[in-house]
């Protein structure tokens, strides 16, 4: 790679992958199966295979020997996939790979970014203005929340965003949601969907769902988009495809088109997203959807010893099938599985911490080679906090609230809003912040203003015809307003979003306002921080040339790409903290998988649905990041909404062969033969239930 002199070291962090060029010519490290996947070019593929068996070696092996066997030119080589994290490790895979050559235009990238960029480049034909706004979830649940309170309906705008949702995934549009309506609550939701989809496009904006959704309708639409993006998709790769929804696949089959150039790998057991509408049938879908599909099976796992492999198999071997598949280590039996229990959460995580330091001095294990797995978000703080006190440093994936916090969202919407002044959201959110005497008397009179005159609130400052419905100084601290904001956008446009954003904030005197808030200094000098922070990543996007535009910076940030991005490589060697659902596709040397109990994995929502096997994909999925040693915790109390509980140990762990498995005690019960015994009871008592021997 030649050496460049802008300081962007960090961007290239790649891992190299063996001596490139030659692998990507010769496969000489692949099995025949992934092989034949890798050359395979005559029409679409499918690769189905379980976990570790080099799905995701294939695609990136692939996207190197379209470019540089089969005479691709990168800029028609697309590959998606699901997680930042996962994009961000597959670029650098094909970059070690494809080492000294020019990628430009080569996509590799998340479904979502995908579409928006997809969104960007047709921005007319999507019906989109410049400058679009992208509501992340809470943005979509503060607009609900003002649709609901407008038409005083009192319905939970979490709930109407989910029902939304799911109707935007299967690419149902407000009128056939409302007339296909089964009850009053549904019917209710789906006119809610139609005043939202109304209240996006008044305020030139879209929603994380509209990155798919959207490019999906205008490829549906346009026949000359689509044959633009088809010409140039001349090779889609898409890693776990068995999470695709409704719209996603609707948009793999726009893109692929007739000429059908499509590499999909997925494992229908580790479907993990039906909640939010992927449907793990499509990878069945391909099959009648795609004449001439191609099915290569690999049954080789390549990452993990015997003992953790066999663990895996013999859970998942309780869920029914789809497809039949199997899968071996030659690794060796490795080390037992061990199972520890705990007293509560924060033995839990002591014992974790204490055990990671120990690996770290025994030179077993690089902090980064480290991973503690869990069910939900919430479960993360005792764990940050024993890493802590251990001074052990961690990176914690996803969960980081940085976008939820108050000032954050503030600043972020002076960005959005100086990007696009039809951006109402934004507008109301800060035309008080900090105060400026706008009461919401006028905040009404000009939103009915603006109503009829069929206008977004910060244009409808600007107008004359406004001075008949407010009036006075009310008037003028509007117009000042929309002056000064406009006079920002300027500034943005000459100088930068970074500037623009500093400058206002300055004028503005947020940081006086933050203390003011009545917080303690400390509080308030915390929430200034992170305004800072938030201003040298915009900073650093337009010195990379990462973001060119304000609107593209602010996109960006939304989708947190760069977030991620910056506070993964920012440390090196690090634990790394996240939930199942965010490590799907990653491994690691050493894992522990804690809170292995009934109503945590299971978690209590599915154990009511009755929809444990999905539970089980993602217990399956935890076992599988792990390529030698495997730790799963329990708890034998835990507290749990503000009370200390008793905990059963999940059904998971007793079905478990328990010959891969060494129980340790840490609480009350420590006789691993006790918990042998019981662990043996507890498999014969679900096998009698289960009806079996
Ligand atoms: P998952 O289902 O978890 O996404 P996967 O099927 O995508 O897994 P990969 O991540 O591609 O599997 O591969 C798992 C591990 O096995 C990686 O460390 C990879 O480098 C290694 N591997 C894959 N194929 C081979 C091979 N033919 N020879 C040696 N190592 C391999
Ligand atoms: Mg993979």
Redesign the pocket.
């Known amino acids: 790679m030649p050496k460049t002199a802008a300081p962007r070291p960090r961007r290239r962090a790649s891992r190299p ?1 063996g001596p490139a060029r030659r692998s990507a010519r010769g496969l000489d ?3 025949p199966a ?1 092989r034949a996947a890798v050359c395979h070019l005559d029409g679409p593929l499918l690769v189905l ?10 695609i990136t092996r692939k996207i190197a020997y379209l470019i540089d066997v089969a005479g691709f030119e990168p800029r028609h080589v697309v590959a998606v996939t699901f997680t930042n994290k996962a994009a961000r490790e597959m670029k650098a895979r094909v970059a070690a790979l494809l080492a000294g050559r020019d990628t430009t235009g080569l996509t590799v990238c998340t479904f979502h970014s995908l579409g928006l960029d997809i969104l960007r480049r047709e921005r007319a034909l999507a019906g989109l203005k410049a400058g679009f706004s992208l509501l992340d979830e809470q943005d979509s649940d503060a607009l609900l929340r003002e649709i609901l309170r407008h038409a005083g309906d009192d319905a939970a705008a979490g709930d109407a965003r989910w029902a939304i949702s799911r109707w935007k995934n299967d690419l149902v549009p407000p009128g056939a949601a409302l007339s296909a309506a089964a009850d009053p609550a549904e019917a209710r939701h789906a006119r809610l969907y139609a005043d939202y989809e109304r209240a996006l496009r008044a305020y030139n904006a879209v929603d994380f769902d509209d990155l798919i959704v959207r490019p999906v309708a205008l490829l549906r639409d346009h026949p000359e988009a689509r044959e633009r993006w088809q010409n140039r998709t001349r090779h889609l790769l898409v ?2 495809c068995q999470d695709t929804n409704g719209a996603q696949y609707a948009l793999v089959r726009l893109l692929v088109g007739a000429r059908g150039m499509l590499t999909a ?1 997925g ?1 229908d057991d ?1 479907s993990i997203y039906a909640w939010r509408g992927a449907r793990p049938e499509n990878l069945a879908r391909l099959q009648q959807d795609l004449p001439g599909l191609e099915v290569v099976k ?1 049954e ?4 993990s010893t015997g003992r953790i492999l066999a663990a895996a198999n013999a859970l998942i071997a309780n869920n029914a099938h789809l497809f039949e598949k199997r899968l071996w280590s030659d690794l060796g039996p490795g080390e037992p599985i061990r199972v520890v229990a705990c007293r509560d959460e924060a033995h839990e995580a002591a014992r974790i911490a204490g055990e990671i330091l120990q690996r770290r001095h025994a030179k077993d294990g690089a902090f980064g080679e480290c991973a503690i797995l869990y069910r939900g978000n919430h479960q993360a703080r005792p764990f940050e906090q024993a890493l802590r006190e251990l001074n052990v440093p961690y990176f914690l994936s996803g969960g980081t609230s940085f976008f939820s916090r108050g000032e954050v969202k503030d600043a972020m919407a002076y960005l959005r809003l100086l990007a696009n002044p039809e951006d109402n959201a934004a507008f109301l959110r800060i035309v008080n912040v900090p105060r400026r005497e706008i009461g919401p008397t006028t905040l009404e009179k000009l939103a009915a203003y603006a109503s009829s005159r069929h206008v977004a609130l910060l244009p409808a400052c600007d107008e004359i015809g406004l001075s008949l419905a407010v009036e006075g100084r009310a008037l003028e601290r509007l117009r000042t307003f929309a002056g000064w904001i406009a006079r920002h956008a300027r500034l943005a446009d000459a100088d930068g979003a970074a500037a623009a954003l500093r400058a206002l904030l300055r004028e503005a005197d947020y940081e006086g306002w933050l203390r003011e808030q009545g917080a303690a200094a400390k509080a308030a000098e915390r929430r200034w921080e992170n305004v800072q922070e938030l201003l040298s990543w915009v900073e650093r996007m337009q010195r990379d040339g990462d973001g060119a535009s304000l609107a593209d910076v602010v996109a960006r940030l939304t989708l947190q790409d760069v977030l991620e991005r910056d506070d993964e490589e920012a440390g090196g060697d690090r634990v790394h903290l996240m939930t199942l659902h965010s490590a ?4 690691f040397a050493n894992v522990w998988l804690a809170g292995m109990e009934e109503e945590l994995l299971p978690h209590r929502a599915s154990i009511e649905a009755d929809t444990i096997e999905e539970e089980r994909r993602l217990a399956y ?1 935890g076992v ?2 792990a ?1 030698r040693n495997l730790v799963l915790t329990f708890a034998e109390k835990r507290r749990r909404f503000g009370e200390l509980l008793s905990c059963e140990p999940s059904r998971f762990l007793r079905e478990l062969p328990q010959d891969t498995l060494r129980w340790e005690g840490g609480g009350a019960d420590t006789n691993p033969e006790t918990r042998l015994e019981r662990g043996r009871a507890g498999l014969a008592t679900l096998r009698s239930l289960l009806g079996g021997d």
């Open positions: 992958d490290d692949l099995n992934q295979a379980g976990a570790g068996s080099g799905k995701t070696r294939v890693d776990e790998v494992d580790q690999l080789q796992n390549y990452r799907k596709g990653l491994e999925v599988t990041r390529r």
